[in-house]
């Protein structure tokens, strides 16, 4: 296990490069993110996500969320974007909104008992946009124990997770950028009610984004 400072340029470079070497070997990773710090893993590998669970003391009933490095891999992902999605995306991606959709019935992995969805977010910190670039997505949840508050610094999630962890790449505290307390994390809607005509999309968890904001792209019409 090891800590390296992001802030200073060979530090980057050495953690970048031993964050890619781990996630490549199914091992975890903790990032940071525009919210919080998270846990990645290999999203593609059942033993890195099964070690990712294990590591926050979560079972298969609590499946992590997806980070991608972009909209292209939003399409990629998921079966169906409804139009509202995409409004979603343009407005607040990347940054703190994770949205629920179906999840290609194609896709090569387990991510738990999904019941055939993926939660999907683009981040907007840009060591974790240039890891995803890098390494495709990754399952990436808050980096905590469960029950405990979500880490907002490397030092916080290195205290609950130690060992269980290869790297930690250290940008110093997350969550500056929004105007509620990050460690709310990212707002979570479920875009799957929107597949009907007569469907809404629901707000599952309150996060850095307003529910209102979420309504103005939406519609109040098509929100539950």
């Known amino acids: 296990m090891a800590v390296y400072d992001t802030s200073v340029s060979a530090e980057l470079l050495t953690g970048m490069r031993l964050a890619r070497a781990s996630i490549g070997r199914g091992e975890l990773v903790v990032i940071p993110t525009d919210t919080v710090y998270g846990v990645a893993a290999d999203a593609f590998s059942v033993a890195a996500v099964t070690r990712l669970l294990e590591a926050k003391g979560r ?36 940054g703190g909104l994770t949205i629920i959709l179906r999840a290609r019935p194609t896709l090569d992995w387990d991510l738990g008992e999904t019941g055939g969805t993926v939660a999907l977010r683009m981040p907007s910190d840009p060591i974790a946009l240039e890891l995803l670039a890098e390494t495709g997505p990754l399952a990436v949840s808050s980096a905590n124990r469960t029950g405990e508050p979500a880490a907002v610094t490397a030092a916080e999630a290195e205290a609950m997770l130690g060992e269980a962890v290869s790297v930690y790449l250290d940008a110093g505290t997350a969550g500056a950028g929004y105007d509620a307390d990050a460690r709310l994390g990212s707002t979570i809607v479920d875009a799957t009610g929107l597949e009907t005509p007569d469907g809404k999309l629901r707000i599952v968890r309150h996060g850095v984004i307003p529910d209102a904001e979420i309504v103005r792209v939406v519609g109040a019409d098509r929100c539950a």
């Open 59 to 94: 079972d298969r009933t609590a499946p992590p969320p997806v980070l991608v490095p972009g909209v292209p891999t939003l399409d990629a992902l998921a079966a169906t974007v409804p139009d509202e999605v995409r409004a979603l995306v343009a407005e607040f991606w990347p």
